[in-house]
């Protein structure tokens, strides 16, 4: 599949050739802290089919594992990019999904470091989800699979058949 992504400010852009079959949730602590998320999604491509344009920031990391890792973000607004190894030519990029365009379309297969996932997330089916903001109307999927709907404010949202 081809995909383009970008950071937040556009300075820096990429292209890639990935396998939506790939992508990953991780729950680490590293992972939550780098995100300022509860966890952050990944897509493991091989570093020859990601063309980068403009310059990334390079932060090492040494994780858990004691593998140290490249953490690459924008130098101007902060979006966090990628990951990769920080010994010798990249192999692998990690890129985050929150950058790539086409993340609506790049379903999680796994998820991985369950031992650090936040206890709360199998029951955020049960929040309500507005379609926007807290002032727009509230969506849900009655915690089905069945398609979303939208309930008029001050009234119940109910599903679809």
Known sequence: MHI??????GAISFTAT??????LVCHCADCQTFSGAPFRAVLP????????????????????SGNKRVQAFCPD?????????ADG????????????????????VAQIWGESAMPWLASLQDVPLHGKGL????????GS???????????SPRTSP
Request: hydrophobic share 35%; proline share 9%.
């Open 4 to 9: 383009t992504g970008k950071c937040h400010c």
């Open 45 to 64: 491509t091989p570093a020859g089919d990601v063309v980068m344009s403009g310059a990334a920031k390079h932060y090492v990391k040494v994780a858990e």
């Open 135 to 142: 002032a727009s109307p509230v969506m849900s999927t009655g």
């Open 89 to 108: 030519a990249p192999k692998v990029i990690n890129l985050r999904l929150g950058c790539i365009d086409q993340r609506d379309q790049l379903v999680p």
């Open 145 to 155: 699979d069945r398609a979303p709907s939208v309930a008029a404010p001050g009234t």
């Open 18 to 23: 990935v396998d939506p079959k790939r992508v």
């Open 77 to 85: 607004c902060g979006t966090q990019l990628y990951a990769t190894e």
